[in-house]
């Protein structure tokens, strides 16, 4: 299975809208995007062009114009950026990324914090030590 390639913060801006509106014209991301971020038609045609280029998107003619679709789910995409920045940033570890944040300025919410345990408690029954432990 191919993987997705590196996208900047720019370009997830653009891939945001085509997956909010699905396979969509460059219209549609040029007008989502003129306002918030005040881009030009032609710079959202270059980042458009970019993530073709890199596989991120795939187009279709439809007549004069093209139909712009992801390549890759959402879910894909933020796993492999997830993955890449633990393994740059904490050296694959995933205890020192979780440290950072729960002693970080910006403090975890109750609800951050039970959802966390709750993925924990879901990870410890999936892995081959969790099944020797009581829940």
Not at 6 to 16: A, L, N, P, T, Y
Not at 57 to 69: D, R
Not at 79 to 90: H, K, M
């Amino acid at each position: 299975m191919k993987t997705p390639p590196r996208i900047s913060e720019s370009e997830w801006d653009v891939m945001k809208i085509i997956w909010r509106d699905g396979p969509c014209q460059a219209q549609v991301v040029i007008d989502a995007l003129s306002g918030p971020n005040e881009w030009s038609p032609s710079t959202v045609k270059t980042l458009l062009n970019r993530l073709l280029r890199k596989g991120a998107l795939t187009h279709a003619k439809t007549g004069k114009s093209y139909v712009y679709a992801a390549a890759f789910s959402e879910t894909q995409c933020r796993a492999d950026a997830a993955e890449s920045f633990v393994g740059r940033v904490f050296d694959g570890a995933l205890s020192p990324l979780l440290a950072h944040f729960a002693g970080s300025r910006k403090k975890l919410r109750k609800e951050d914090i039970a959802e966390l345990e709750n993925l924990l408690r879901a990870s410890k029954k999936k892995s081959p030590a969790g099944r020797h432990t009581n829940p």
